[in-house]
């Protein structure tokens, strides 16, 4: 029940995103949300702009991992490249929790990509541990290449 309770949440969330409405990160949202709200942008990347799934995907990278990927502009070239853009529009996500402690999550996301071909990352999201307004939110730090899986029928 609570799957379609943030399933429907989710829904509502993104048919009225704009550019101005990004969803910030908050202490509220859980590690799941947060991988939800990323997974879920990538998939509807365009909607309801060009590349607004990637922006807000952005807002949800840990600030380590922004100093590696950031600017925004170098992270979208980056989410476009053969590694990532199997994300973008994909069709069907399923994900597995490795990995919990008080302060990281570690997932296995299986992505059904828009070309019908599976492949799996390992997504690791951890709590802000630094002073400032981010403190006790869940991001982002780090997603592995993709694992090729098969294709489908």
């Known amino acids: 029940m609570k799957i379609l309770f943030r399933l429907i949440f989710f829904f509502f969330i993104f048919t009225n995103i704009s550019n101005a409405d990004l969803i ?30 990637i922006e807000q995907t952005w807002e ?4 380590v991992n922004k100093s590696s990927t950031g600017p925004l502009e170098r992270f979208k070239q980056m989410i476009y ?8 529009s994909h069709e069907n996500n399923k994900t597995i929790t490795l ?7 570690v997932y ?14 390992i997504w690791q ?6 002073e400032g307004k981010l403190k006790n939110c869940w ?15």
């Open 24 to 53: 910030k990160p908050n202490a509220k949202f859980k590690p799941f949300d947060v991988l939800m709200i990323q997974l879920n942008s990538l998939k509807n990347n365009n909607n309801p702009y060009k590349d607004a799934g």
């Open 60 to 63: 949800f990278a840990h600030p």
């Open 81 to 88: 490249s053969d590694s990532y853009k199997i994300l973008i």
């Open 99 to 105: 990995k919990k402690t008080p302060d990281k999550f």
């Open 108 to 121: 296995k996301v299986y992505v059904l990509s828009k070309n019908k071909k599976k492949y799996y990352y």
């Open 125 to 130: 999201i951890e709590k802000v541990t630094a």
């Open 139 to 153: 991001m982002t730090t780090g997603v592995s290449d993709p694992i090729f899986l098969g294709e489908t029928i």
